[in-house]
């Protein structure tokens, strides 16, 4: 059963800490994705990776989000240090270039900083 | 912005009932795919229309494409408590590099 999974499932932290949201996508996929999502703006795209390589990072906040793929079934995505605006639950999703671009969504981590 | 817009924001209906989500767009689009979210859970995918179709069917999911008005609309036929969650449509547009921007949603609540 290939799913996309995301560690930790669950995080509080307090501000100015740093934290790292770890993301497998299903093994075969070469695309990958970080959403954020908060009540008030929906569902935001942050990054994408094709390959491992970062296509688009402009939805990220770069002075203190930072994205990678380490490898190819490894996605991280970290933030230093953390505000509590921050505070959003973070999703991860994985997909094939080829296949229309239906993305499959991890559980994803529900961050609190407070 | 090159987000699909869903209208209403907000459903409510009875068990047994059809309910209708729609979603607008702004340009030519490759495909358009609706997603389903349940409370404290990822997105899934729904159902994936392509540009040059003007309905598709999944069980009872029902989806149609007018490319002239840039809408979509998603059907629920027979809705069941299990169908409460938000929905959501993301178009797909030519040219993009495969990433998907999704709208708000639309939150049905399907009353037992």
């Known amino acids: 059963d290939a799913r996309v999974t995301q560690t930790p499932r669950h995080k509080v932290t307090e501000m100015g800490q740093e934290v790292t949201m770890r993301c497998q996508p299903i093994l075969g996929h070469n695309t990958v994705f970080w959403y954020r999502q908060t009540m008030m703006q929906g569902l935001e795209l942050l990054a994408y990776?094709?390959?491992?390589?970062?296509?688009?990072d402009s939805g990220m906040p770069k002075d203190r989000f930072s994205a990678e793929m380490p490898d190819a079934t490894l996605a991280t995505l970290k933030i230093q240090p953390s505000e509590p605006r921050d505070s959003a639950v973070y999703f991860c999703a994985s997909g094939l270039r080829d296949s229309y671009n239906e993305q499959f969504f991890g559980p994803g981590t529900r961050l609190t900083v407070l | 912005s090159q987000q699909g817009e869903e209208d209403p924001q907000a459903l409510s209906i009875q068990e047994g009932e059809n309910a209708t989500m729609n979603c607008s767009y702004k340009t030519s689009i490759n495909n358009l795919q609706w997603y389903r979210q349940n409370s404290g859970r990822g997105l899934v995918h729904l159902i994936l229309?392509?540009?040059?179709?003007r309905e598709k069917h999944s069980g009872r999911l029902r989806v149609t494409l007018d490319t002239s008005k840039k809408s979509s609309s998603l059907l629920i036929t027979a809705s069941r408590a299990a169908d409460t969650a938000s929905y959501f449509c993301a178009p797909r547009y030519g040219g993009s590099q495969g990433n998907l921007i999704f709208g708000k949603g639309t939150k049905l609540s399907v009353k037992p």
């Open positions: 990776f094709r390959n491992r390589a970062p296509l688009d």
């Open positions: 229309i392509r540009s040059n179709e």
